[in-house]
């Protein structure tokens, strides 16, 4: 199968106990089949101690305990199954976190999801233009040539980044629909994180930022290059190319909006919040879709 990744995927490691918004935290971590034979297989007291924390109901899982902590994360924001175990050990959500895949039926996508703040750091503050690993075989796949002009269009820096924006909806012949309140939509939508409503109150007014200030640029150019390479390629299963290219525009612009102290440090804030809120939910991605 081939495989494509953006450049920058080899640079990610987990920051463990520096990372400040744990993935170990609030949410449930299932465990795949191979992995529960290797727990299953364990003897002695780590063993047992893992053993006891699984349910086997629904799916099998973690028991979270208080705050949603997984049983595994010590005081210290280390995993006691790594220092017991090894990371060969973790289950595979534990493993993948935060890659993301996209399988298709001629090849696979895989990329740092911006949830993770380590992930979102190595992707918005970048300050070389993204490419793709692209095997040679791929390269004549229309899609992945058509997206390769949406990369270059947004790429360009010699146009201001609004202006590139421009150029890529001119080149599918689409527009943001008019006369939506998205901050009514986005309150509609399934929400995990109390703070992610308090930000979206900054768009009650509307997601047209005039700030003058381009000092972030190219955060946000690795922002929509981000969007595009994670979302737009499902189009090739749901007919949604305008909508797809859209959605990455209006998230732009949402966040964009947020940021209203302009900074990179709060960028990354509402990046990180907006991908756990939106891209870990199929309803709320359909739901944003369809007003597209």
Request: negative net charge.
């Amino acid at each position: 199968m081939l495989t494509i990744t953006p450049d920058y995927y080899n640079k990610f490691k987990c920051i463990s106990d520096r990372c400040h918004h744990s993935c170990c935290i609030g949410w449930e971590i299932d465990i795949d089949d191979t992995t529960l034979k290797k727990y299953n297989n364990l003897e002695g007291e780590f063993a047992s101690r893992l053993k006891s924390n699984i349910s086997l109901i629904d799916a099998p899982h973690f028991k979270l305990a208080a705050n949603e902590r997984c049983p595994f994360l010590n005081n210290n924001g280390l995993c006691d199954i790594i220092t017991n175990l090894g990371e060969d050990m973790l289950c595979q959500i534990c493993s993948d976190h935060p890659r993301f895949r996209n399988f298709y039926e001629d090849f696979t996508e895989i990329g740092l999801g911006l949830t993770c703040e380590a992930a979102a750091q190595i992707i918005l503050t970048n300050k070389e233009k993204t490419k793709l690993n692209l095997p040679n075989n791929i390269k004549q796949i229309p899609l992945i040539n058509f997206r390769e002009k949406l990369f270059n269009i947004l790429q360009d820096r010699t146009q201001p980044i609004d202006e590139r924006i421009n150029n890529m909806l001119n080149l599918i012949d689409a527009k943001l629909p008019s006369g939506v309140d998205w901050y009514t939509v986005f309150q509609g939508l399934e929400k995990l994180d109390t703070a992610w409503d308090n930000y979206l109150l900054r768009i009650k007014n509307g997601i047209e930022s005039n700030a003058p200030d381009t000092s972030l640029d190219t955060a946000y150019e690795q922002l929509l290059v981000y969007l595009i390479f994670r979302h737009f390629t499902d189009c090739q299963y749901d007919d949604k190319l305008k909508e797809r290219v859209l959605f990455a525009v209006l998230i732009y612009k949402v966040i964009k909006s947020i940021n209203t102290s302009n900074t990179m440090q709060e960028l990354l804030e509402i990046a990180r919040l907006y991908s756990g809120e939106i891209e870990y939910s199929d309803h709320n991605i359909n739901q944003l879709l369809s007003k597209l």
